[in-house]
Structure formats: C-alpha cells, structure tokens
C-alpha cells in the first residue's frame, strides 16, 4: 500500500526571502510548513541591494511608513536570532544612509517622528562625512537609522540554513500551475511535480503571485544591478562607509570593499537580462555622484524582477479564499519588510491575529477585488 506523506499545516507558494522568513517563524511556533520553490535564484531577493531604507527611499507618513518603519527596528534582533540559529553572519550593518542633494533633488517628508532622526549637511559637512563626492552636490541629508544588510551574499543563505535547521521541508524546482478551489477555500496545488494539500495556504510568489491568483494583482518591475570592486593595486583614500542614496541610483557598499550599484526600475514584463541602457544608467549615475568609482573594475551584473502593485504597497494577510494567506507585493521594500511580514502573517496564520495595521495592506483595496466574486467559488 502507498503511504502518502502527511499534509503539513501550511504551505507556502515561493521560497523568496518573505516566504522564507515566514516559513521560519510560523516553524519556530510549532507549525509543520512545506515551502514550494521554482527556482531560488527567481527570487527578488537575490536580486535587490540589501537597503534597509524608509526615510531614504522617501515615503510619506502613513500605514506604509509605519510599517517599514517598524520593521526596521526589528532588523537588529532578527537577524541576531538568525545568526545564533546558524552561526553564520546575516551581512546587517547598521552603517546609515546618505541622501546627496543636486540643486533640483527634493527635500524628503519631514517626520517629525523620534525614530526618524535626519540632519542637513552643508557641502562642506557633506563632504566630511563622505570625501570624492561630485562637484554638483550641494549637500546632504543624513539619515542615521537607515541601514543595509548583504543580502545576497548573507542574509538568505542564513535564513536558508536557518529553515532547513528548524525542519522546514523545503522542495526546489516545484513549478504551482494551478491553486485549484472549491466552494471559497483551497482544496489542492497542482504542480509539475504533483498535487500537494495543506490545512492553509501562503502565496508568496513575488513578481509571478498574479499569474497563481487574480485577486492579488502584482506585477514585475524589473531591476538591474551591477557590482563594482577596486582595481587591483587602486589606493582608496577612505572607503565608503555608509549607503549613498542618489536620484536614480544608489551606492551600497559592503564591508569587503564590494559596492553594488542599483537599480533601473523598467516595466518590460518579464524581460530577462543586463542592457546596455541599464548598465549605462548605472554607471553615469554612480559616477557623476561619486567621481571615484570610474576606476573600480566591474565584478558582476545581475537583474532581478520586483514584485509591483498598483498602489505600491504590499498584499498582507487573508484573501477571498479562506484557507489562503497573502503575502507578496512589496515591490521596493521586500528585504526590509521581511521580518514583519513574517511576524503579521504568522500571527494572522496560527492564531487569527491581526496588528491593528494589516487591514491597510488588504486585498481588496485593489481593483482586481471587483472581479473575484467568480474566482472564490
Ligand atoms: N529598494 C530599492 C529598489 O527596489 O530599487
């Protein structure tokens, strides 16, 4: 007689860094969870440069601040959880971000909030803190709490480590075709492996969550990134020690001497590769901030697809399926929303929990909610 293997409690829909992150904490609160991942390297996460950015990435007061803002402050303990779970460093470096003016830059949203602390620096003070800046900058804003953490390099091989520790099942090359429902729930997942069931669902697919469900509309906006480093025997007078966040570029460096360029932001579906415009942009963008970086050598390019919605802000929680749980849509924010998408998504998951702020990340704020009466039954 076949046995079939026991349904986990939850299955999760992608094996990026929020499924990850959630698949980690619903385990660690005693749920059996099955992740199901196409291709690892798919995921946005690889993709991004690892800015922990809310005041830099300039976002007005409001739910979506408060919830990247949030997030944030958890980044110290959960990546120190992550790294005594694995023993292996999680790359966060709490190194602050530097916003350099043109004359035309915007000022940022003021805050007037205690965890947002910002000071304007003149040119000469600018110039202080980060020497080889370009003749255009006027000064800067300087935004202590930002952060990075290397994400690519780190972060997810610890987080990864981490669930497979925790006993996670986690199964690779698992393509979901299908997430078949009846009568308002889910009643399987047809894959091109075979069917899988759960007690409840999470669909964290990133950019391809709306191919799997027309109830959560994201879109890929794709991202290309480069990677410079010193050529050999280059003198720097004094590495960069903090993230320079420009207009249409930001510098990011590590603490290897490894500085990732990012990123285009193209609406091209999803278009595979480096372009010669993208990679150009980059450059004469990096450049023209930071004059030095025109001897560095190039060490890599890469692209990746961020997962967009029409409003820009995350899908979090239920959705019109009863026993399927949302989490994807975080477009510019998905390495810093991680820790608390995990920790909304488990709450709401295992014990019907919802933070007084997750109804603001609703499906069905979204236009496509009008055209699922047809697609929940
Ligand atoms: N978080 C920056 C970006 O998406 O390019």
């Known amino acids: 007689m076949i046995q079939s293997a026991p349904r986990p409690d939850v299955l999760i829909i992608g094996g990026g860094l929020i499924g990850l992150a ?13 992740v199901l991942s196409r291709d690892r390297r798919e995921a946005a996460a690889y993709a991004a440069a690892g800015m922990l950015a809310p005041q ?23 990546t120190a959880k992550l790294e005594s779970l694995t023993g292996l460093d ?72 981490a669930v497979e520790q925790a006993g996670v099942i986690w199964r690779e090359g698992v393509d979901v075709w299908q997430i078949h429902r009846c009568q308002g ?42 990677a410079l480093r010193p050529a050999a025997g280059q003198v720097e007078v004094r590495p960069l020690e903090q993230v320079l966040f420009g207009d ?49 050598e190039i060490a890599e390019t890469w692209w990746g697809f961020r997962p967009e919605t029409s409003d820009e802000l995350p899908i979090l929680g239920p959705s019109p ?19 608390i998408t995990a920790q909304f998504l488990t709450d709401w998951i295992l014990d019907g929990k919802a933070d007084p702020l997750l109804p603001e990340f609703g499906w069905d704020r979204l236009e496509a909610a009008v055209n699922v009466g047809s697609e929940a039954r």
Not at 58 to 75: I, K, N, Q, T
Not at 115 to 141: K, Y
Not at 194 to 204: N, S
């Open 185 to 226: 729930e889910v009643t399987a997942l047809e894959t091109n492996e075979k069917i899988y069931q759960a007690g409840h669902y999470l669909l964290a697919a990133g950019a391809w969550t709306g191919g799997l469900l027309e109830a959560a509309p994201v879109q890929p906006r794709k991202g290309q990134l480069m």
């Open 22 to 34: 959630t698949a980690l904490e619903l385990r660690l609160r005693g749920a059996s969870v099955t």
């Open 90 to 161: 999680s790359g966060y470096w709490p190194c602050g971000i530097l916003r350099p003016a043109f004359a035309d830059t915007p000022p940022p949203p003021e805050l007037n909030r205690p965890d947002c602390p910002v000071t304007w620096l003149d040119r000469e003070a600018v110039l202080q803190r980060q020497p080889g800046l370009g003749p255009e900058v006027i000064g800067g804003w300087w935004f202590l709490e930002d952060a990075q953490v290397d994400n690519r390099r780190c972060l997810v091989q610890a987080l990864s480590v």
């Open 321 to 339: 399926l009863s026993n399927l749980s949302l989490a994807s849509g975080h477009y510019r924010n998905g390495v810093l929303l991680a820790p």
């Open 248 to 296: 249409r570029i930001y510098i990011v460096p590590r603490q290897d001497g490894l500085i990732v360029l990012g990123a285009t932001s193209e609406k091209v579906a999803f278009q595979p590769g480096n372009t010669a415009a993208g990679i150009h942009q980059l450059l004469t963008e990096a450049i023209r901030l930071y004059p030095p970086l025109a001897s560095y």
């Open 56 to 78: 830099a990435e300039a976002l007005e007061p409001g739910a979506m601040l408060d919830l990247c803002l949030r997030s944030r402050a958890l980044y110290p303990d959960w």
